[in-house]
T-cell receptor
Framework: NAGVTQTPKFQVLKTGQSMTLQCAQD?????MYWYRQDPGMGLRLIYY???????DKGEVPNGYNVSRLNKREFSLRLESAAPSQTSVYFC????????????FGEGSWLTVV | DQQVKQNSPSLSVQEGRISILNCDYT??????FLWYKKYPAEGPTFLIS?????DKNEDGRFTVFLNKSAKHLSLHIVPSQPGDSAVYFC???????????FGQGTRLTINP
């Protein structure tokens, strides 16, 4: 039972490079999320998708774009990476709206030099 | 504007004793609260939740208490075990909302 799968697990980028973090869930969940975790800041929401075909900004969307490719997949793109985007990125999914538990992937460690 | 706050970055407890982790929130629309546990190099995993219609929820060694008037919740772990050493995140959501707002996390260390 894979749950939420993220790739890549580790990545080093140079400033200005672009890359896409991939996420897929096999739980038939409607909602998907991208969070970043930084020391002392907790988990901050970057973007989310309430359902296939919709995306919305979270707390810290600047510098990122997302695509809800289908119900299973939700990708996060950094168009021009900056050192401030060095972080651990977590994809998550949730069956529906409030009252349901959110399930996380194992994380993607991104370093921008 | 930090809507969910965990004011203790770290907590150290002796094995077998009670661990109490605290969380405060400011948004009165929040009515569903969760605790997540995170080990290094892993994603957060769900631990326990509580709805605003309750003031207590238990699951084995874990109990969450909710004080709506004080906008405060706490997680009690009794007895604490070495495997409980992890970072604990408090999270909150409003009914029908898509967003789950997390606190900064508290690093719990259980000492033998």
């Amino acid at each position: 039972n894979a749950g939420v799968t993220q790739t890549p697990k580790f990545q080093v980028l140079k400033t200005g490079q672009s890359m896409t973090l991939q996420c897929a869930q096999d739980m038939n969940h409607n909602s998907m999320y991208w969070y970043r975790q930084d020391p002392g800041m907790g988990l901050r929401l970057i973007y989310y998708s309430a359902s296939e075909g919709t995306t919305d900004k979270g707390e810290v969307p600047n510098g990122y774009n997302v695509s809800r490719l289908n119900k299973r997949e939700f990708s996060l793109r950094l168009e021009s990476a900056a050192p401030s985007q060095t972080s651990v990125y977590f994809c998550a999914s949730r069956p529906g709206a409030s009252g349901n538990t959110i399930y996380f992937g194992e994380g993607s460690w991104l370093t921008v030099v | 504007d930090q809507q969910v706050k965990q004011n203790s970055p770290s907590l150290s407890v002796q094995e077998g004793r009670i661990s109490i982790l605290n969380c405060d929130y400011t948004n009165s629309m929040f009515d569903y609260f969760l605790w997540y546990k995170k080990y290094p190099a892993e994603g957060p995993t769900f631990l326990i939740s509580i709805s605003s219609i309750k003031d207590k929820n238990e699951d084995g060694r874990f109990t969450v208490f909710l004080n709506k008037s004080a906008k405060h919740l706490s997680l009690h772990i009794v007895p604490s075990q070495p495997g409980d050493s992890a970072v604990y995140f408090c999270a909150a959501s409003a009914w029908g909302a898509q967003k789950l707002v997390f606190g900064q996390g508290t690093r719990l260390t259980i000492n033998p």
